[in-house]
């Protein structure tokens, strides 16, 4: 029988553009088209996604703004050397520190993060679920410092999909109503997502102030696993290692602020 309170279903049709448009979107953010991708994102009606990108772009301005004023006084001191005005040393100091300089950490971030050490236990008899890899074609993460009159900031935009894996205690009961099922490992991937400068692992918080999380699972029986969470059919070693993935979430956001601190801690207080 039809609910007639029932909201309306979309229609496919809409449905498939509002699909093709955030794909679009979120392809032309990877190849750091903001503008363009801000167009598609706002035909999606997605707020995350619309104010992530505005900042990326406004972002992107900036940089190219500062870039254009760079060559500028470049090419002032040029001339000025070519008239025989050679400017001092402390003239040139002065003049580089208005310059809005960028610098890419993004692949020192990911040397540093070393994933493979982040596990959480799940019994006291050795049951765990660790993180394995990053998926770094699957990830998008920009970090990058900037230095403005001489100040540095850390700036950062991070989408992080990492390989994990849970695992049964070593030492498993082997009765009759056991079986290799009930016990062998399980994997997926864990997605940590719209982490920037701006956001901060809370659970449950509006999306534009928080960390996003998605959690994939592999090689599940479709009775032992409901989308979200395991089914009353999974047997209890497999339900212990199938919601004890969620952890990861908390593990994996703890472990991406620690390394961004160590970063800001080395750029607060560089080597002398």
Request: charged content about 30%; overall charge negative; hydrophobic content about 35%.
């Amino acid at each position: 029988e039809r609910d007639v309170f029932a909201p309306p279903r979309p229609s496919s049709s809409s449905e498939l553009r509002r699909k093709t448009y955030y794909r679009r979107a979120v392809a032309r953010e990877k190849r750091k088209r903001y503008a363009e991708a801000l167009r598609d994102a706002k035909e999606v009606d997605d707020e995350a996604l619309v104010s992530r990108l505005e900042k990326l772009l406004a972002h992107e301005r900036a940089l190219e703004k500062a870039r254009e004023a760079r060559k500028r006084e470049e090419k002032d001191r040029g001339e000025a050397r070519a008239a025989g005005l050679e400017l001092s040393s402390r003239e040139q100091r002065h003049a580089s520190l208005g310059y809005l300089a960028e610098r890419d950490y993004s692949a020192i971030f990911l040397k540093s993060l070393a994933v493979a050490e982040v596990s959480v236990p799940l019994s006291a008899d050795g049951a765990v679920v660790e993180l394995v890899s990053v998926l770094a074609e699957q990830s998008k993460v920009d970090v990058s410092v900037t230095t403005k009159r001489g100040h540095e900031a850390l700036y950062y935009d991070i989408d992080l999909v990492c390989a994990w894996r849970a695992s049964p205690p070593p030492v498993f009961d082997l009765s009759p109503s056991s079986s290799d099922e009930d016990v062998r490992p399980v994997e997926g991937t864990v997605r940590l997502y719209n982490v920037s400068h701006e956001t901060k692992y809370e659970p449950g918080a509006d999306p534009n102030v928080a960390y996003m999380y998605q959690l994939g699972y592999r090689g599940i029986p479709p009775a032992w696993f409901d989308g979200t969470a395991s089914t009353d059919a999974a047997p209890p070693a497999a339900k212990l290692l199938i919601d004890g993935a969620h952890h990861l979430y908390e593990a994996l956001a703890t472990h991406v602020d620690a390394t961004l601190a160590h970063l800001k801690a080395k750029l607060d207080h560089p080597p002398r």
